[in-house]
């Protein structure tokens, strides 16, 4: 198995070819036959075909270890985990995250922290010990420092989440939150219903704002009352509260929710009062998780296999090409799925 | 904030404390001084208060960086991820080995395969590009060739699951399937039900076979008769299915299920024949995932917290002592959570 590579007496060295070899018969730069080994999906395609052409010719055999020592790079990602309770959505990114980083024989490092200043001392510990290549960052926020000491240090990263504040210039994906909203209020609208509520998340959530925004604008352009919204912090205890407040104070007929947590709670208030989820209060939530199916709950889901793909991209690039100074962010759009609580309106 | 630690001119060197004059003024051997600072878990408290007093008095100071160097770990332990679908316990360990390794001072990399045959492959990769220093494996199953491989080249390994032949002797940590199913049928039978099916997995699966024999003995020393099972695959329409005919077929008041899933498949058959879950028919799941909550099932949470800190110990310890011969073995229980799923049988 084991096949030596050491330069111990009687082996013979036969002339090799190198990266510099390669390009001349290619008759391209030697940073290019490196984007090809490296991060073929940055080269043209004919451009790629040549240089393959050249390595095969010359037998050209980038040896990857020796590779890693030259270039210090580990082909390693870091992403912090949350310990502190189970968020399905951050759990499907983390492992489509694994299989995208994988693709592009990226491994992800898991080390977890409590808050934002505990992660960023983790990434001294990690850059120290275990040479991470980039980080792979969750849960940006308003006054989020985290992206900003990255680039002090100097060190690659990408945000699954767009920075909420102009802390960063950095290379981000998100899901665009508020044409998930829009998209579900515009369903209910075509379904009939002209008093939609919203039970969202308390003010100075950027990914809450933006959930709010969606649902508002798309309420102002159907021409309908923009009913008062009703708050809770993102639990289905709460939730069901705010959700009898919202029932009580505005008589909606449909209430489209931040998260399927909220809409839970909302689908719980509705039954508890008797009332038919869907015929007579329709409900929208925003996650698509495990809970939305069981309870048949309309929901918005979010293209995380997407999401972690451009992430590995954008990393990649940044790490295997640090001059590409334009960070790329890529918004994309989530999906509606319609279960039986998205009912038309009653009659 | 960077203190110097090289030999450079100008700079001396006091006289150094050493492992050694740590050990001697300890009055304790050169292992259970690197025990103390790698594995302080594994000393006895008044054996390690009195090396941290002896590592205090000298002002030894163990450098992380040069004690990977010297003893050529790189304190990281290996998972693979499974990106077929979504699996709340296996997501729960995950976040829970990532925390507990971390307490240790290990580090979780992820990395993917398509099956065991991928997973040993990746193991060479992972150890000759990462220096891994343990695996931890999920997902035993009968003819598993896994561990066998990893005992072959040596390198330690710990198993969330019993291996389910005799092909393996490596720690292990399971959660006692046949215990939980045995609570559940009790607690029906104190419920006052007679007729209690149970709906699993198709023959084949060591923790199906484990989950079906806590039933079907707990059935038999309450002396009731002992209801042929239903089987499906863990799909919740296959469940359904499963569910009908075993009604059909038993005329069950109660049914103990393999996981949450069936019994979300169950749920949906005894709904669909416009009876009541709990009342007509009780319900009891396995995992305890989100879906129990939300859909009032009575089921069988996994301690994954502990199972996950019981892995990352026996694996740093095997990794820290490698001559440590008897490879540990922990079973631990599964809790009943009780919701309206599992009501009194009706009279």
Same mark, same amino acid.
């Given at each position: ?5 050491? *330069? ?9 070819? *190198?990266?510099?070899?390669? %390009? ?123 992206? %900003? ?121 509705? *039954? ?44 990649? *690039? ?30």
């Amino acid at each position: 198995m084991a096949e030596h590579s050491g *330069t111990g007496p009687g082996r013979t060295i036969p002339a090799r070819a *190198t990266l510099g070899s390669v %390009a001349a018969r290619a008759g391209v730069s030697k940073q290019t036959v490196s984007n090809v080994i490296n991060s073929p999906h940055m080269v043209r395609e004919d451009t790629a075909a040549k240089v393959l052409a050249a390595i095969d010719e010359l037998g050209y055999r980038p040896h990857r270890a020796a590779q890693q020592l030259r270039t210090r790079r580990s082909r390693v990602f870091a992403l912090r985990v949350q310990n502190r309770f189970p968020d399905a959505v951050f759990d499907r990114f983390l492992h489509a995250l694994t299989g995208a980083a994988g693709a592009l024989d990226y491994r992800i490092m898991l080390y977890t922290a409590d808050d934002d200043a505990g992660e960023i001392t983790a990434y001294d510990e990690l850059l120290d010990r275990w040479d991470i290549d980039g980080f792979v960052l969750t849960g940006t926020h308003p006054g989020d420092t985290r992206t %900003a000491h990255l680039s002090r240090v100097g060190v690659p990263c990408v945000t699954f989440g767009r920075p909420w504040d102009d802390s960063g210039h950095h290379p981000w994906v998100d899901v665009d939150g508020a044409a998930g909203t829009r998209a579900a209020t515009e369903h209910l609208v075509r379904q009939g219903h002209r008093r939609i509520g919203f039970l969202g998340w308390p003010d100075g959530s950027g990914v809450g704002g933006d959930r709010l925004s969606g649902w508002a604008n798309a309420i102002r352009d159907a021409g309908l009352d923009l009913l008062p919204p009703s708050r809770a912090v993102n639990d289905a205890e709460q939730g069901r509260s705010a959700a009898a407040e919202l029932i009580d104070r505005t008589h909606p007929t449909a209430i489209v929710c931040a998260s399927d947590v909220l809409a839970l709670g909302a689908i719980s208030e509705i *039954t508890a009062r008797g009332m038919n989820v869907g015929a007579d209060v329709a409900v929208i939530g925003f996650d698509d998780t495990d809970i939305s199916a069981v309870a048949g709950l309309s929901s918005l889901a979010q293209p995380l296999v997407d999401v972690a793909a451009h992430c590995a991209r954008l990393l990649a *690039t940044l790490v295997e090409n640090p001059s590409d100074s334009r960070p790329e962010q890529v918004l994309l759009e989530p999906q509606l799925v319609i279960r039986s609580s998205s009912a038309p309106v009653r009659r």
